[in-house]
């Protein structure tokens, strides 16, 4: 006779099953996500910061299990919160709504042994309870380790508009190419904070993707004199740590608006656009082999103006657009290193 359990699935227990988290700090029975080490947030510095980083955009929990249902428990702060998807074998099985306060959601889950992957709403500041696998008759397994990729952006990369966290474009070039995503795209924040150096420099990575310079232009944090000294120190401070591991730059999709219209600094978009990718280029002459640009103008570009809504932010076609012609790019990036073959 089979004797089936309930199991209770952690952070603080189960570290291999929930991926693409910096850290967790447990509040009461429950755990919040951080993408950027909250012992290095000074909220005083950078609170809008700390408030990003504490969104779970890229954070998932992954097992092979026989459990016949799942149930998690997410806490919103508010109504702007993401949904939660549900894979089951890499396929999108449900796609559950958040509202304010506590969100209980029971999925249940078809017979036999499958891969399972939770993946938590990307915006919105939540918390998570255990992840409960009802009637299952073995422990869940962690997934099978894969190419670790960390990606760095904007929210650009946060991808606020996609239809689910497993649709924003990391996401979707990851479960392509099979790569282990951890994403630091922080809405806003993408302005080469030492903070976020430092967090992808001491992490285990086979590829390191940064897409650099819209933040920058729009609260004009550099100016021609400072920025490209911030970009290579930046690079710098992860290849410190990182010397050999393939590393691309993207340069800033297009925004028509701001290409040509000088910011409080006195730059365009294109003179950012342009010094991150000379920056790039010169330590790419000075012997960083493993390093690749990628123009932003490639993934979207003029062309492509009518999936911008605002003129900057993508919706969900343009993030499906993104991720299509991100993969090659991408994939031929993480096979700079000599003798490597490309992840996934």
């Not at 504490?54 to 508010?78: C, H, Q």
């Not at 099985?93 to 709403?121: F, M, Y």
């Not at 919105?124 to 990729?149: F, K, Q, S, Y």
Request: hydrophobic content about 40%.
């Amino acid at each position: 006779m089979e004797h089936r359990r309930s199991l209770r699935v952690t952070p603080g227990d189960a570290p291999g099953v929930w991926r693409g988290c910096v850290a967790w700090t447990p509040v009461g029975s429950a755990w919040q996500p951080w993408r950027l080490p909250p012992a290095r947030l000074d909220t005083a510095f950078a609170p809008a910061l700390g408030r990003i980083a504490r969104m779970a955009a890229g954070v998932r929990a992954a097992v092979r299990t026989d459990a016949r249902k799942l149930t998690l428990e997410i806490t919103a702060a508010d109504n702007r919160v993401s949904p939660l998807d549900v894979l089951v074998d890499g396929v999108l099985w449900a796609r559950r709504p958040q509202h304010a306060g506590s969100n209980v959601h029971r999925v249940r889950l078809p017979a036999g042994t499958k891969d399972v992957e939770v993946w938590l709403p990307q915006f919105g500041e939540i918390t998570v309870g255990p992840l409960t696998l009802d009637g299952t008759l073995d422990p869940p397994a962690a997934p099978e380790p894969r190419p670790r990729w960390i990606t760095y952006g904007s929210s650009l990369t946060h991808c606020d508009a996609a239809p689910g966290p497993s649709e924003t474009w990391p996401a979707l070039v990851a479960r392509g190419l099979g790569w282990d995503l951890t994403c630091l795209g922080v809405a806003g924040q993408c302005h080469m904070d030492t903070v976020a150096a430092q967090t992808i420099a001491e992490a285990e990575a086979d590829f390191v993707s940064l897409c650099l310079g819209i933040n920058i232009y729009g609260v004009a944090s550099y100016g021609p004199r400072t920025l490209p000294g911030r970009v290579a120190a930046f690079i710098g401070a992860i290849r410190e740590r990182h010397p050999r591991t393939p590393l691309a730059v993207i340069s800033p999709i297009v925004s028509p608006a701001r290409e040509d219209r000088p910011n409080a600094a006195g730059m365009t978009l294109a003179n950012v656009r342009d010094t991150v990718a000379s920056v790039a280029g010169a330590l790419q002459r000075l012997g960083d082999r493993h390093l690749r640009v990628i123009d932003g103008r490639t993934v979207l570009g003029a062309r492509d103006a009518g999936l911008l809504p605002d003129g900057l932010h993508p919706g969900p076609e343009g993030y499906r657009l993104m991720a299509e012609r991100l993969t090659g790019p991408l994939r031929e990036a993480a096979a700079s290193r000599p003798g490597a073959a490309a992840p996934g």
